[in-house]
């Protein structure tokens, strides 16, 4: 019924930036809450950022300052912009959003999409 697609990963020096973009399509009635987690090897998932339908934005202590979360919803999209990545930043980053659909309302989630920081 819905699906939240990514893009943007990819390898980046450290210092570099990368912007991540999540669409979400398909028969969908609302959009409420939109975000981004992410999980390393060996670590458990954790938020990076999130953005409420009115625009209120919530980061991560350890990305506050570096990343910058938005959204369009003329296009079902929201974006997570990365400066001054470190290395510590390697993960894959998923998309979550809140849902409306015709069955009623979920959290749908993107395939995920590596972030890798190196030199």
């Known amino acids: 019924q819905a699906q939240l697609v990514e893009s943007g990963g990819g390898l980046v020096q450290p210092g570099g930036s990368l912007r991540l973009s999540c669409a979400a399509s398909?028969?969908?009635?609302?959009?409420?809450?939109m975000g981004w987690y992410r999980q390393a090897p060996g670590e458990q998932r954790e938020l990076v950022a999130a953005?409420?339908?009115?625009?209120?934005?919530t980061y991560a202590d350890s990305v506050k300052g570096r990343f910058t979360i938005s959204r369009d919803s003329t296009k079902n999209t929201v974006y997570l912009q990365m400066n001054s990545l470190k290395p510590e930043d390697t993960a894959v980053y998923y998309c979550?959003?809140?849902?409306?659909?015709?069955?009623?309302?979920?959290?749908?989630w993107g395939q995920g999409t590596q972030v890798t920081v190196s030199s």
């Open positions: 979550t959003a809140d849902l409306r659909v015709a069955t009623g309302r979920n959290d749908y």
């Open positions: 398909g028969n969908i009635f609302d959009i409420y809450r």
């Open positions: 953005i409420s339908r009115v625009g209120w934005t």
